[in-house]
Structures are given as C-alpha cells and as structure tokens.
C-alpha cells in the first residue's frame, strides 16, 4: 500500500534543522527556525513556566480529560491581552484552546471551509511557509498578493490593494497582526484602517494570525491594529500562539476566536470547530494551558512573565540595532520588529553561508534575529556582506 505514495521533501524549516543538527562543526550560527535564543544562544524556560509548573504538578489531581474546548478559563484569561478588555467581554467573540497557532489556524481553515467551499483566502508573498499548506490541506484556494519586495526591503502596499480589489465577496484575507514572518516589515496604522476599510466594503473576513505578540513593540502595542480592525469588520478569526511569547514551543499551546456578527453565529462557529477538533486531536493537550492558566491567574507571574518578556524583546531591538550598524545595507531591519528579516540574499549566498560558514538561515534568506549574540554577530556580519552585492 505505501509503495504508492509519494516521496514527500520536509519543508524549508524543517530541512534546515535536520541539516544544522547534523552538522558536527563548533561555531555554527543557527539564524533558522524561529526560537528565541538569549545572549548565551540558549532558550531558556521562562522563569513563571518554571513556577508554574512547579504549582501545576503541587495541585494537579487528575489527568482526566478537560474539554473539546480546552481550559475555558486559560482562554478567558488571554482574551483580553490578545483582544482588549472590551472585545473579551463581547460576546460575538467566542473562544477555544487549540493544539499550537498550528491547531487554530487549521481549525480557523477548516471552519472556513465548511462555511464557505467556494472559498478562496488571500495571503500575501511571502508569508509563513506553512501557512499555504495549513490552508490547502483544509480544501482552500489560496492565492497569492504582493506584500514584500526583498530586494528593496519594501511593503508593496499599493500593488497589494490593487490585487485585492479583484478579490471576491467571501474571500478571506490572511494577515499578521504583528512581527511579520518572515519579513518584520509592518504596516502603519493608515494602512492597516485602509485594510479594515477594503474588507468591510468588499465583504472579505480577516484571518489575523498573532503569533509574536509582546516581541515587536509590546503587548499592548502590537494587538493595536489588529484590535481595530476588528471594530471596523462584521465578522473575523484570530488565531494566537502561546508558543514565542510564553516559549511553550513543544506544549503546543495555542488559541482560536470567533468573532460573529452576533453571539449566536460566533458560539454556532466554535460549535463546529469542537466537532473538527474532535476529528483530529479530540481534546487539546492540557499541560501548556494549565501552565498559562496559573500565570495569568496570579499578578506576581503575571509581572515575572511580562518582565522576561520585555527583556527578551529589547534583546531583539538591540540585535536589530546592531546589525544594521554592521552591515549599514541592512539598515531597514533595525526598523522591523519581531524575531525575523528576510534579507536580499540569493538562494546560492545562503547555501554559501550554510556550507562555508556553518551559518543557518531559512534558503529564502530569512534569518532569525534571536539566532544573533553580540559575539556571533561580528562574524555573521564579516560572511554576509560580500554575499549582499552578489
Ligand atoms: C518559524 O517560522 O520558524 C516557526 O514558526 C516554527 C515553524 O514551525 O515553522
């Protein structure tokens, strides 16, 4: 039976991993999958996981099953630092726990797909390398617009909307609240009302994908747009992950809501995101939200986990800030936020930088920022510049 199957090549990411992890020379430089890394190159436990996990093994009783829903009340607790108070407390919003961003933004796809079969999602190029395949294994049509040209380092703003005016009512639009993957680029308040304007006149849904909140501009700052976008539009999905701002990575802790037009049709939604949920992972793991539960729950982790937060992003800034120093052609990336830049390199350079110089980036030039400490960067920067003006 298997004989039938298709040879399957992992993705870029995952290819890069399995290249770094096999490579037996001192001095790597990871820049490629998207982990925070502190100055010392390691990712630590954040110190409120390491306290709350201790509370969670102290009172956990049972592993028996939460819901298909998840720990209702870890969502009610992030609700209002993903959406603002206001919008937790509305109930056309209407929220689950899922398996990662991964688990919500399938689930968000699938939901889709069932509402609407005709329809198509927008996303722009480039975005996430996953995010075409999370959304054509749900049945989607995904088309592609212009967001970022790489080699001026540029948001394509007007040809973006320009491509999106041909976009049909009931078509979805995917953007990233924050941080960009993989390019830091953002767009300005203006243009973000210019989104939410287009959508509402030509009756697209907003999927907002806030995977990296809390690493740009803050946590407050970078829900910003997205949160008022979502006053403008009649209806939207918003997926988060707990994975970079909580560093959960392998608890796969993530969130979905709903927002309906009213109450009925958002609780309606999640109704039918449970029952897919319960076609593919049944009931989400517990042991990441039980965790974020237990911070959230307390202002003392509450403060300890905001705390290492803001560390962790000024580390970011500040990596930022140096390599454009360096290398005075990267000069716009001090100016993206997030974990990630895409820089004008050829496939050829960066294969270059792998095997010569055991420095790690995704083969579409994006490097992970966190992947820099100050006593990796002067030699990342030496390797790169000649490859720059290739
Ligand atoms: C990344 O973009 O590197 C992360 O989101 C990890 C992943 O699964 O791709």
Not at 73 to 98: E, H, K, N, W
Not at 309 to 317: E, G, P, S, V
């Amino acid at each position: 039976l298997f004989d039938a199957l298709d040879d399957q090549p992992l993705d870029a990411m995952l290819t890069l991993l399995r290249q770094l992890r096999s490579d037996p020379r001192d001095g790597k430089i990871d820049l490629g999958i998207g982990v925070y890394g502190d100055e010392k190159g390691r990712t630590p436990v954040m110190q409120a996981v390491r306290q709350a996990e201790r509370i969670v093994a102290e009172a956990q009783t049972t592993k028996a099953y939460v819901a298909a829903e998840g720990d209702a009340r870890f969502v009610s607790l992030l609700a209002p630092i993903v959406l603002g108070a206001a919008r937790a407390a509305d109930d056309r919003y209407c929220g689950m726990q899922t398996p990662g961003g991964t688990g919500a933004l399938r689930l968000a796809a699938e939901l889709i797909a069932r509402a609407n079969p005709d329809a198509r999602i927008w996303v722009g190029t480039p975005s996430w390398v996953n995010h075409y395949g999370l959304m054509r294994s749900a049945g989607l049509t995904v088309l592609e617009h212009p967001f970022f040209d790489q080699a001026t380092q540029t948001i394509l703003f007007d040809e973006m909307m320009s491509a999106l005016e041909t976009a049909r009512t009931g078509d979805v639009l995917l953007l990233h609240a924050c941080c960009h993957n993989p390019t830091g680029a953002g767009f300005t308040t203006d243009q973000w009302r210019a989104i939410a304007d287009l959508c509402a006149r030509k009756g697209l849904l907003p999927l907002v994908d806030i995977a990296y909140q809390g690493l740009g501009h803050g946590l407050e700052e970078d829900a910003a747009n997205m949160r008022a976008l979502l006053d403008i539009v009649p209806e939207a999905l918003i997926t988060a992950s707990c994975s970079k701002n909580f560093g959960l990575y392998r608890e796969r802790l993530g969130a979905l809501w709903i927002r309906g037009s009213h109450a009925q049709a958002a609780l309606r939604a999640r109704a039918t995101c449970m029952k897919v949920g319960r076609s593919m992972w049944s009931m989400p793991p517990d042991h990441g939200a039980s965790v974020v539960r237990t911070i959230l729950e307390s202002p003392e982790l509450t403060a300890s986990w905001q705390a290492e937060l803001t560390t962790m992003r000024a580390r970011l800034n500040a990596m930022r800030a140096e390599l454009a120093r360096a290398v005075p052609q990267l000069a716009s990336v001090a100016q993206q936020t997030g974990m990630f830049a895409l820089l004008p390199l050829s496939r050829e350079a960066v294969t270059e930088l792998r095997v010569r110089d055991g420095i790690y980036m995704i083969e579409n030039g994006r490097m992970n920022i966190a992947g820099l400490t100050s006593e990796n960067l002067p030699r990342f920067a030496a390797a790169l510049a000649p490859s720059l003006s290739k």
